[in-house]
Nanobody
Framework: QVQLVESGGGSVQAGGSLRLSCAAS????????MGWFRQAPGKEREGVAA???????SYANSVKGRFTISQDNAKNTLDLQMNSLTPEDTAMYYC?????????????????WGQGTQVTVSS
């Protein structure tokens, strides 16, 4: 079992930045991938970014160049630096983890999920 707790959400104006964090505890293995996902009202959950234990990353096209995912393996934490935010980035953001071979941003590839943290970007 892996427990994930997100933090760092909030409200920001368009063009601003936020940094999300996810603290992992429990059975966190070195072969795990961790990812960030988001879900806006009335929309499906979509992958934002993911990272594997070697530091390889994947990003959704919509966030490339604006968001950066990083992890601290010693502290079992995962971060998402979000810059140049737009109202389209408004969503509940979730942290996820599971064993993996590559940093996938497909939600169905993850078993462990956090409760989410809200990000609201106003125009």
């Amino acid at each position: 079992q892996v427990q994930l707790v997100e933090s760092g959400g909030g409200s920001v104006q368009a063009g601003g930045s936020l940094r999300l964090s996810c603290a992992a505890s429990g059975d966190t293995y070195s072969s795990y991938c961790m990812g960030w996902f988001r879900q806006a009202p009335g929309k499906e959950r979509e992958g934002v970014a993911a990272i594997d234990s070697d530091g390889s990353t994947s990003y959704a096209n919509s966030v490339k160049g604006r968001f950066t995912i990083s992890q601290d393996n010693a502290k079992n934490t995962l971060d998402l630096q979000m810059n140049s935010l737009t109202p389209e980035d408004t969503a509940m953001y979730y942290c996820a983890a599971d064993r993996c071979w590559f940093p996938t941003i497909r939600a169905s590839d993850y078993v462990y999920w956090g409760q989410g943290t809200q990000v609201t970007v106003s125009s």
